[in-house]
C-alpha cells in the first residue's frame, strides 16, 4: 500500500541534499545503523533530536493459558525496541498526513451504502447504551436514537474531523447535557472533594515523612561521630554506618519501640543480641563483614542463567525481581564467578537466588541496610 | 544517550568530522520527516522502518467521571525493528 524509501534512495537523498559524496553518505548511514543498536544497548535510551527516542524497554512476565491444553503458563519476561516521536514530529505526523488519509476515507464512505453505516452507528449507540449504568441513561439513549431518523447519522461520520457533532447528537452527549446533568454534578462534587482532601493528607503525611527522615540522618551522624569518639579506633570508622544504625539508635535510645516492632518479625533477634554484635563489631571491624556474610542464606533457586551479551546485573534483578535494587544479591551468589561486577563475561552463569520476602521487603531497615552492605562490597570490587 | 554524544559516536565509527556528521545527521532526520509527511514508509536497513500509522477511533470512558467520549482516530509514528534486533534485544 504505502510507498517506500529504501536505504540507498536515503542514501542518495542525503548525499545530494547535505552536499556530500556519496561514499561520506554511505559511512554515515552504516554508522548510524551500527552505533545505534550499540547505543541502545550500552545505554538503553539514545535521543536524536530532530527524530524522537529509542529506548529499551522491558516488558514484565505476565500469566496467560495455553489455547489447545487450556493449562496456565507464564510468559517471561523481555526487553523491546520502543520509539517515542518528538513532540514536533508528533504534531506533524497527526496533523499533516491525517488530511490526506482522511480524504481517502471520506472517499471510501461516500461509495458505501447509507443504510450499512446507518446501521453501523445504531449498533454503536447501543453498544454504549448497554454499557450506561443507570437504566433511565439507556431509556434516555434509546429515546434520542429513535428520534433521529436515520437517514441524518451516516452524515456526521462522513465528516469525522470538519463536524464536532459527530459525536453529539447521537451518543451520550446530549443526554448527559439535557437529562443527568444535575444528577452528574450531585455525584461528582463530593468525589472531588474526597480526592482533594485524599491528595492534602497524602501531602502532609509525605512532607511528616520527610521531616522525620531528616531528622533521623542528622541525628545519626551526630551519634556515629559521638561513638567513633568514644572508641577511637581507625578501622571502624567505616563499617559503624551503614551496617549498624539500627543497633545504634537502640543503644541511644531514640526511639525503641519502633524499632522493636520492626525487628521481632524479622528474625526475632532480641535487643541485647544485637547490642553484642554491635559491641564485637566494634572492637573489629572485618570480622562483621564475615559473619554477615553467612547470614546470607536464600529460600532457593530460581534458575542458573548465562549472561547475555550487554545485559548487566541491575537488568538480570529487574527481570526476576520486578526491581533493579535487588541486584546486590546477584553480586551476592555470583561473587565466585567474577572479579569486577561491571564486567562480565558473555556466558558466564548467574545464578539467581529465590529471595524471601522479608530480603525484599525495601521498608525494613535491616533489608536496606544488608543490601547497602552488599553493594559497598560490589563496589569495592569495580575499577 | 543525548544527541550530542550518539554523534560523538558517529563521528568515531564513521570517520567524518564531529560537525560533518551533525549536519548529515540533521538533513537525514530532514528527509525522514518530509517523506514521512508524504505517506512513504522509512526503511532502516539492519534496523527496522518508521511508518504511519492510523489509529482508529474509539469509545473511551474517563477514569474518574465515567463520561464516555469517542477518542477521535490520529495517526501515529510508529518503529517496526527487524526481527534480529528484536531478538538481539529482547534477552538483555
Given amino acids: 500500500m504505502a510507498e517506500k524509501l529504501s536505504w540507498t534512495e536515503l542514501r542518495r537523498t542525503l548525499a545530494s541534499r547535505a552536499g556530500v559524496s556519496e561514499k561520506k553518505a554511505s559511512a554515515f548511514l552504516n554508522a548510524f545503523q551500527a552505533q545505534l543498536i550499540e547505543a541502545l544497548k550500552s545505554d538503553k535510551q539514545v535521543k536524536i533530536n530532530g527524530l524522537g ?16 491444553t487450556g493449562e496456565e503458563i507464564v510468559i517471561e519476561g523481555y526487553n523491546k525496541v520502543a520509539f517515542t516521536p518528538e513532540a514536533g514530529v508528533k504534531e506533524l505526523v497527526e496533523s499533516q498526513t491525517f488530511n490526506s488519509e482522511k480524504e481517502d476515507t471520506v472517499m471510501n464512505q461516500e461509495n458505501d451504502p447509507i443504510q450499512k453505516l446507518g446501521a453501523q452507528a445504531n449498533e454503536i449507540v447501543d453498544l454504549l447504551g448497554d454499557l450506561g449504568q443507570s437504566p433511565e441513561k439507556n431509556q434516555s439513549e434509546q429515546a434520542s436514537v429513535s428520534q433521529e431518523p436515520a437517514a441524518e447519522e451516516p452524515n456526521p461520520f462522513t465528516f469525522p474531523q470538519q463536524e464536532a457533532p459527530y459525536v453529539a447528537p447521537t451518543f451520550t452527549m446530549p443526554s448527559y447535557a439535557k437529562e443527568d446533568d444535575d444528577d452528574d454534578i450531585i455525584v461528582q462534587k463530593p468525589h472531588g472533594e474526597e480526592s482533594h482532601k485524599l491528595r492534602n493528607t497524602l501531602i502532609c503525611l509525605v512532607l511528616l515523612l520527610l521531616l522525620l527522615l531528616v531528622g533521623y540522618f542528622f541525628f545519626r551522624s551526630q551519634i556515629t561521630g559521638f561513638i ?11 563499617l559503624i554506618a551503614p551496617a ?9 535510645g531514640e526511639d525503641p519501640n519502633a524499632y522493636e516492632k520492626s525487628l521481632i518479625p524479622e528474625g526475632a533477634i532480641s535487643q541485647e543480641q544485637i ?6 563489631a566494634s572492637g573489629d571491624g572485618s570480622d562483621i563483614e564475615r559473619s554477615n556474610e553467612q547470614e546470607l542464606t536464600y529460600a532457593g533457586w530460581i534458575t542458573e542463567e548465562p549472561m547475555h551479551e550487554a545485559s548487566r546485573l541491575a537488568w538480570m534483578s529487574k527481570r526476576y525481581y520486578g526491581a533493579k535494587i535487588y541486584w546486590p544479591y546477584l553480586f551476592d551468589t555470583n561473587r565466585d564467578r567474577f572479579d569486577d561486577p561491571n564486567v562480565i563475561e558473555v556466558g558466564t552463569p548467574i545464578r539467581v537466588p529465590k529471595l524471601t520476602a522479608a530480603q525484599r521487603d525495601t521498608t525494613n531497615a535491616q533489608t536496606i541496610a544488608t543490601i547497602e552492605r552488599l553493594r559497598q562490597q560490589a563496589e569495592a570490587r569495580m575499577r | 544517550m543525548l544527541t550530542k554524544e550518539f554523534i560523538g559516536l558517529l563521528s568515531e565509527a564513521s570517520g567524518l568530522s564531529k560537525k560533518e556528521a551533525e549536519h548529515l545527521l540533521t538533513t537525514q532526520n530532514a528527509i525522514i520527516r518530509e517523506n514521512l509527511m508524504a505517506g512513504k514508509v522509512i526503511q532502516l536497513q539492519g534496523l527496522g522502518a518508521l511508518e504511519v500509522k492510523e489509529r482508529k477511533a474509539r ?3 474517563h477514569p474518574r467521571t465515567g463520561e464516555r467520549s469517542i477518542s ?5 509514528l510508529v518503529f517496526r525493528p527487524v526481527a534480529n534486533i528484536k531478538d538481539e534485544i529482547k534477552k538483555i
Fill in chain 1, 244 to 252: 549498624d544504625s539500627a543497633s545504634q539508635d537502640m543503644l541511644d
Fill in chain 1, 53 to 68: 527516542t529509542f529506548r529499551v524497554q522491558a516488558v514484565a512476565p505476565r500469566k496467560s493459558v495455553d489455547v489447545t
Fill in chain 2, 59 to 61: 469509545a473511551i470512558v
Fill in chain 1, 228 to 238: 567513633n569518639s568514644l572508641i577511637s579506633s581507625n578501622d571502624s570508622e567505616l
Fill in chain 1, 275 to 280: 547490642l553484642a554484635e554491635f559491641l564485637e
Fill in chain 2, 72 to 76: 477521535p482516530s490520529k495517526n501515529q
